[in-house]
């Protein structure tokens, strides 16, 4: 089946701005996990859902930033009255989750936001 | 300190060298991911692995868990392999979100 699917791949926001990203997880997939990756820098850790809850959003810098999964598989990044320091390119990753179990995460191609 | 320190920063080498790239971390994990980036952002996972030695065509990666180190290995390197390597771990506190470090840009030289 498909992979991780992302949209849009690109977005230029005019600063003050507000984006919405979309992330389509590999179906059946219960985790899905957001990560922010700013250039030349390894990604870093967002917000984390298992099916609809969201268990950890302790990565997210600032309350501009909210994320949500209503029915436990498409998930929206929202980022409100964008900033420059918010360009970066926005991944996400869906796992399994079998209990007990560290998963392979499966990442999606990522948006990456200019934000002008 | 970062928790995930990856060495060298930059690898250039000749078509068919061996390649090597380490990983040191300073937390207990429950696993660590080598992943592959290439250019346009697309992570592809190479090896999850919490012990021991895992293989796969050309790749090879370890881990010394009493050392808290891993070693990514490229046997017979090709252009094709010239990427950003990036090593993350998922730490043994019940939490599944990865740490990653900054990455290892590798260029392959025909």
């Known amino acids: 089946g498909a992979g991780v699917s992302q949209s849009p791949r690109y977005k230029v926001a005019k600063r003050g701005q507000d984006v919405a990203l979309r992330c389509d997880p590999i179906?059946?997939?219960?985790?899905l996990f957001w990560y922010q990756q700013a250039l030349g820098q390894g990604p870093e850790f967002l917000t984390y859902?298992?099916?609809?809850?969201?268990?950890?959003k302790s990565g997210l810098p600032s309350d501009r930033f909210f994320a949500e999964r209503p029915e436990g598989s498409v998930s929206t990044l929202k980022i409100q009255r964008t900033q420059q320091e918010d360009s970066a390119v926005y991944l996400c990753?869906?796992?399994?989750?079998?209990?007990?179990?560290?998963?392979?995460?499966?990442f999606g191609p990522g948006t990456r936001l200019t934000v002008l | 300190k970062n928790e995930v320190e990856q060495s060298p920063q930059n690898l250039t080498a000749q078509e068919g060298e061996f390649i090597t790239i380490n990983c040191s971390y300073s937390?207990?994990?429950?696993?660590l991911h080598w992943l592959q980036q290439h250019p346009g952002g697309g992570i592809v996972s190479l090896f999850m692995?919490?012990?021991g030695k895992k293989k796969h065509g050309r790749l090879i990666a370890t881990i010394n868990i009493q050392e808290k180190h891993s070693s990514l290995h490229i046997t017979a390197s090709h252009p094709r392999d010239s990427a950003v390597y990036i090593c993350?771990?998922?730490?043994?506190?019940?939490?599944?979100?990865?740490?990653f470090g900054t990455g290892t840009r590798l260029t392959i030289i025909p």
């Open positions: 990753a869906s796992s399994l989750r079998l209990a007990g179990l560290s998963n392979e995460q499966f």
């Open positions: 179906s059946g997939h219960v985790s």
């Open positions: 859902f298992q099916n609809e809850a969201q268990l950890d």
């Open positions: 937390v207990g994990i429950s696993a």
């Open positions: 692995l919490s012990s």
């Open positions: 993350a771990v998922r730490s043994d506190f019940g939490n599944e979100k990865l740490t």
